[in-house]
């Protein structure tokens, strides 16, 4: 590869924003107070950004907007006011995720440019080919996979691929996990994940924190991927202080520059020095190794502190810690106490002393000191060092601004009424027509009781296994009509991507017609839609007009809205021309966390959170899916969704932990009576936005 990976660094703050410049960022991506995956950064202004990006251009530094949270259809007039602002400002791309972005930038905005976010499932070159189509110039892959599935995407892809090479690490697949919604409302694809993976769980009489992984350092790998179609090197850490920014990124553009295999190495022994420095988690080289990542990214026996263990305190005495230091330590640093493999809250190091009782600003390495510590801290806690006193806002934004001349923007889109009326309200709003029960299973047994069924349509979950037996078995004219294929979400480059692209044209040309797409790499496998009926899946995590309209575009005549919507979304969907054109799962057993890592936890059992949440934990297909103790179901909601106009409905039975024995009836029963037929959660139905 002639050009050079681009090098880009995280920006939360203004000063992480300045410290990754002067660090030798080729580009930086950060949020604005709205609409991006780190919700609870600082993140910025648009009136922040129309000074940050002419100052990166001045220095020649690339300016990436993060707008990659899901967006709910009452967010569109803001959105649509915040991409007005950004087409004036002009930032060199948008990191996106949700649907309605590509829409609405390719349909309004055409001069922004989009790089599809790792949030998108973006994990083989299906993925890439259709993100590309939908108008991504550049796509983040998921960070789940190793370095030769990523040589394969590398070689069987044409648009520019970037992928993460430092920083924290996710249990679940990127854009998969359910689990922090699930437990209380807080989403992760809207930027405000809770880290439910990093809890202690117990399993019988072991505990253990099984879900909580080490962070990813990819820096011994990057000779071998700074020789593949890369186009962006990606450090994770839009919640990290400027003293974890610098010397990262520093780290990283010593290595980039190497020019030769000697420099290389003496670059990589220099780099390892300053990471040093940086507070993380273990660093590990994550996926990237494939076959054994998990023993090295999943430490059970403590929560992964993310920090440099700076010391062990020895005793406590009048609110005084007596520490052995390990690194050295100054006033204003950020510790945070770790007892018994448990992350306690941090706090900022004041007055501590020597062991003389004199004030001291630092001490070295190898010392003992006296430190005035919070209630909690006991003999026996180490200390991590998670950050350190940085520089105050206003002096960074002073330096900045010095020379910079802000750029000029309206940020009231003048077409917001043509939108509407082009997208979003129905002439003759609640007529939904005849309705639509779809039913999704997960075995051929039931497909034959789905067929069997009033149901309009039976939906088979693809599995190799599912689809071998069906390859052999005749269906007749009529059921041919309603029998459908529901294609996995996760598919692996190496072995999946072409049995199933093969599989997808066999069962085509065998009158197959009804398919759920489940991640938009699917689309990939259909080259021509002529007389096929594509359904949108709730993988595809749809939840606004416009998202419905970008799946629409794509080939799909309906469409299964997210599982994490809420009352108040239906509500409002419900007046738009998609309302009565979307499908509502009703009853569904989602996989709250699907990963690669296989953690040291019995499949046949139960496993709590320290306030009992329980869950079940199911191997599959080389993947594991951890479910809730019960499933998801608002049957009872029926005539409600129907009084607001709502026709198509969803009854998935595909899913879940151990053997589902007569769900499918149970369920189908439940829907004609409108009534629960076992114990479920509602999800986030009564929640609020």
């Avoid at 000063?15 to 910025?44: C, Q």
């Avoid at 002009?90 to 972005?101: C, G, N, R, T, Y």
């Avoid at 990542?293 to 010391?311: F, K, V």
């Avoid at 309705?435 to 075995?443: I, Y």
Wanted: aromatic share 8%; charged share 25%.
């Amino acid at each position: 590869m002639d050009k050079k990976p681009e090098l880009l660094a995280p920006a939360g703050n203004v000063e992480s924003f300045f410290t990754a410049v002067e660090n030798g960022a080729d580009a930086i991506y950060l949020g604005l107070k709205k609409f991006n995956a780190r919700a609870t950064a600082s993140n910025f202004t648009l009136d922040e950004l129309s000074t940050l990006i002419p100052f990166a251009h001045s220095r020649s530094v690339r300016i990436y907007t993060t707008l990659n949270s899901q967006i709910a259809g009452s967010e569109i007039a803001e959105l649509l006011d915040t991409l007005h602002a950004l087409s004036q400002l002009k930032p060199d791309a948008l990191i996106v995720q949700d649907a309605a972005l590509f829409y609405l930038v390719r349909n309004y905005f055409p001069g922004l440019k989009l790089h599809a976010s790792t949030l998108a499932a973006v994990h083989n070159s299906a993925g890439v080919n259709s993100l590309e189509r939908m108008g991504a110039s550049r796509v983040v892959l998921a960070r789940e996979l190793s370095l030769s599935e990523i040589e394969l995407v590398c070689a069987n892809t044409k648009a520019e691929l970037e992928i993460f090479v430092h920083g924290a690490l996710c249990y679940s697949w990127s854009g998969l996990c359910l689990a922090s919604s699930f437990r209380g409302g807080r989403s992760g694809l809207r930027g405000e994940c809770v880290q439910p993976c990093r809890l202690r769980f117990r399993q019988g009489k072991k505990e253990g924190f099984y879900l909580s992984c080490n962070d990813l350092c990819a820096l011994p790998m990057l000779p071998a991927l700074k020789k593949l179609r890369i186009a962006g090197f990606k450090i994770e850490g839009r919640m990290k202080p400027a003293s974890y920014i610098g010397p990262v990124v520093r780290a990283y553009r010593m290595v980039l520059d190497a020019a030769s295999s000697q420099d290389e190495q003496e670059a990589l022994n220099e780099a390892a020095k300053l990471l040093s420095k940086a507070p993380s988690r273990q660093l590990t080289l994550g996926h990237l190794k494939g076959e054994g990542a998990a023993s090295e990214i999943l430490r059970p026996h403590r929560s992964g502190s993310s920090g440099i263990w700076i010391g062990t305190v020895k005793s406590v005495q009048n609110g005084r810690a007596l520490v052995d230091l390990r690194h050295e330590m100054e006033k204003g640093d950020r510790l945070r106490p770790e007892s018994s493999g448990k992350e306690e809250g941090a706090f900022t190091v004041g007055e501590f002393f020597d062991q003389g009782g004199a004030k001291i600003l630092r001490s070295e390495a190898g010392t003992r000191v006296l430190l005035i510590c919070p209630a909690g801290v006991s003999s026996g806690d180490r200390l991590f060092k998670v950050g350190t006193k940085s520089e105050s806002p206003a002096v960074t934004w002073k330096k900045i601004g010095a020379n910079t001349r802000p750029i000029r923007f309206k940020s009231k889109f003048p077409g917001r009424d043509k939108v509407a009326k082009e997208l979003f309200r129905s002439e003759v709003s609640g007529q939904g027509g005849r309705e639509v029960l779809l039913v999704k299973v997960g075995s051929t047994d039931d497909l034959v009781r789905g067929l069997q069924s009033s149901a309009d349509f039976a939906l088979l979950v693809g599995s190799r296994r599912n689809l071998e037996l069906i390859a052999k078995q005749r269906f007749s004219a009529i059921q041919m009509k309603k029998v459908g294929i529901s294609l996995p979400a996760l598919l692996a480059e190496a072995k999946d991507i072409p049995y199933y692209r093969a599989a997808v044209g066999w069962f085509v040309g065998k009158g197959f017609r009804t398919w759920e797409i489940n991640n938009w790499g699917h689309l990939d496998f259909f080259p021509d839609l002529a007389g096929l009926r594509l359904i949108g899946g709730a993988g595809l995590n749809l939840r606004n007009e416009a998202a419905l309209a970008q799946a629409k575009e794509m080939g799909c005549s309906m469409s299964a809205l997210s599982l994490e919507i809420t009352r108040s979304e239906l509500d409002d969907l419900a007046q738009s021309s998609f309302g009565a054109k979307s499908i509502v799962t009703l009853f569904s057993w989602p996989p709250l966390f699907t990963s690669r890592l296989v953690p040291e936890l019995a499949e046949e059992k139960v496993f709590v959170t320290p306030r009992k949440d329980a869950y079940h934990l199911t191997r599959r297909a080389g993947n594991v899916f951890i479910y809730a103790d019960k499933p998801t179901g608002i049957i009872d909601e029926l005539p409600g969704l129907r009084s607001r106009g709502f026709r198509r409905f969803m009854i998935d039975v595909s899913e879940g932990p151990g053997k589902q024995t007569q769900a499918l009836e149970k369920a189908l029963s439940g829907f004609f009576l409108a009534r629960l037929h076992v114990p479920s959660f509602r999800f986030n139905f009564d929640r609020r936005l």
